[in-house]
């Protein structure tokens, strides 16, 4: 288990320049793809940077977020790490981007990393045909990100640097539907009531917006939390050199730390660092600087720890 350092504030000048870069996302068109299968849609793309003498690292921070969430609903996670020095790219794609499936693998998780690959693509970071990519990218996954994270670092390995999950799916096993979907819906509510009545805060006032957009696709995206296993497919990209790092709560009620860390599951050799906070699966949105935070530091490490491995390389 990796230690948690308070981190000091970087001081950032007192000027607007986030809510300017975040009040003019890019509106992209998707553009045709016989491999990906895609329709003609439109979607923003947020690119916030604090400019390139800022920057600690040239490694832009990609988002793959949570079921039903929306830019808005990482905006002060964003925030933070843009003061501190990342540039983060985030696509507002919630229901996913029109993409062929792939047998065995839930179809609407194979378009939401389709709209990560597009909102990339309008950024001049492509994957090619030969599955080279044209630059690297760190990624964060968070619940059901995860999950379309992984696949993403699993199918493009040339892609990805590094891989932080924050309170992940697809690492506790499959789940029958039905009892998931009442566990799922129980207990989502049962938590953003009281968290709300604990901190007057509801991350959950941005989902009839997303219902809306499209109902269908909602639901599909929160069934296909219960049937899809990535476990062997992390195995794989850390085998593949990609720095991983799992970030959990101790009262995650959706996708139990115990499950994911218990005998036959994850173990210390398919992980690079493990970060154990105290909270709920969505106190993510509740305490967004403390998540935010450890989510920045984690990727410091594996950063850190890649380049213990060239120096221990270049040394011999």
Do not use: C
Not at 73 to 92: A, L, P
Not at 262 to 284: A, I, K, M, N
């Amino acid at each position: 288990m990796e230690n948690i350092k308070p981190q000091e504030e970087t001081p950032v000048e007192e000027n607007n320049w986030f809510e300017e870069q975040w009040a003019h996302p890019e509106n992209v068109k998707v553009i045709g793809s016989n491999e990906h299968g895609l329709t003609g849609e439109f979607f923003d793309v947020y690119d916030i940077s604090p400019g390139a003498e800022k920057l600690k690292t040239e490694t832009p921070l990609v988002i793959g977020m949570g079921w039903g969430a929306i830019p808005e609903s990482d905006k002060k996670h964003i925030k933070y790490w843009t003061e501190h020095g990342r540039r983060v790219i985030v696509s507002d794609t919630p229901p996913g981007i029109s993409a062929e499936g792939k047998e065995d693998f839930p179809n609407i998780e194979i378009e939401k990393m389709t709209a990560i690959i597009e909102g990339l693509r309008t950024k001049g970071i492509e994957i090619k045909e030969n599955g080279t990519a044209t630059g690297q990218i760190n990624l964060m996954g968070r619940s059901e990100g995860a999950i379309f994270s992984i696949l993403l670092a699993y199918l493009y390995p040339q892609l990805v640097k590094d891989l932080v999950l924050e309170n992940p799916a697809g690492l506790t096993g499959k789940i029958n539907k039905g009892i998931f979907a009442m566990r799922w819906f129980n207990v989502m509510k049962q938590q953003i009531l009281k968290e709300y009545k604990e901190t007057g805060t509801n991350p959950g006032d941005h989902l009839p917006e997303v219902f809306t957009r499209n109902p269908a696709k909602m639901i599909e995206s929160a069934m296909a939390l219960s049937s899809a296993d990535v476990r062997e497919m992390l195995k794989e990209i850390r085998a593949n050199g990609i720095g991983v790092s799992v970030i959990a709560t101790t009262d995650d009620k959706f996708f139990p730390m115990e499950k994911m860390a218990g005998p036959g599951e994850l173990t210390s050799e398919d992980v690079d660092g493990f970060y154990s906070l105290q909270g709920s699966h969505d106190s993510y949105f509740y305490e967004p600087e403390k998540f935010a935070m450890v989510v920045d530091q984690a990727f410091d490490a594996l950063e850190a720890k890649r380049q213990k491995k060239l120096e221990a390389i270049q040394n011999k």
